[in-house]
């Protein structure tokens, strides 16, 4: 059985190379989270830096799923909004290495965030995808809304350019 733990800024340094390995096999994987092939784990070394940094000043909660000690998943929640913003939270970088999907992690990933969200005043989560991709697919069935589409918001990791899809999800504080 996976554990899901949210990490303090110390303790997501200490366990980097495995947060870069996930990260870099998602990306590889075809995954539009941001970065461009070919990505390797030495690539997503300042990436994860940063949110360490994020996680120390409370902008960023970071949730990881282990199995047998060793990080497979991992997903944000961006904690810090404007003023007129408190009750929000930004959903970020849902990653499930490829060697550990269908174990059902994205779910106990979500759940752990929501939670956690909770837990900091959230009641409002928001998130972008890109549309057509597998991981679309997974909100609406962890009782997400779909809000719309925008077209050529982004690329895929690989080129080209990729639609996302915007959800919300209303979460008990």
């Not at 996930?22 to 990505?39: K, R």
């Not at 949730?63 to 997903?75: H, S, Y």
């Not at 174990?103 to 939670?115: D, Q, S, V």
Request: charged share 20%; with cysteine.
């Amino acid at each position: 059985m996976p554990d899901i733990h949210l990490l303090s800024a110390s303790e997501a340094r200490a366990v980097s190379a495995d947060l870069c390995e996930v990260l870099a096999d998602c990306v590889n994987g075809g995954a539009s989270v941001g970065f461009m092939q070919p990505y390797g784990p030495d690539d997503a070394a300042s990436y994860w830096q940063s949110v360490a940094d994020s996680v120390e000043s409370g902008a960023t909660l970071l949730l990881v799923a282990f199995i047998e000690g060793k990080i497979v998943g991992t997903v944000q929640v961006g904690a810090a909004q404007m003023p007129n913003q408190p009750h929000r939270g930004d959903l970020k970088k849902l990653l499930v290495h490829r060697r550990a999907r269908g174990k059902g992690l994205a779910r106990l990933l979500m759940e752990a965030a929501e939670r956690e969200a909770a837990r900091f005043g959230k009641t409002l989560l928001v998130l972008d995808t890109a549309t057509g991709s597998d991981a679309e697919a997974i909100y609406p069935r962890l009782g997400w809304q779909r809000v719309g589409v925008i077209p050529d918001y982004a690329m895929w990791p690989e080129g080209g350019l990729c639609d996302t899809t915007i959800f919300y999800k209303r979460i008990a504080a």
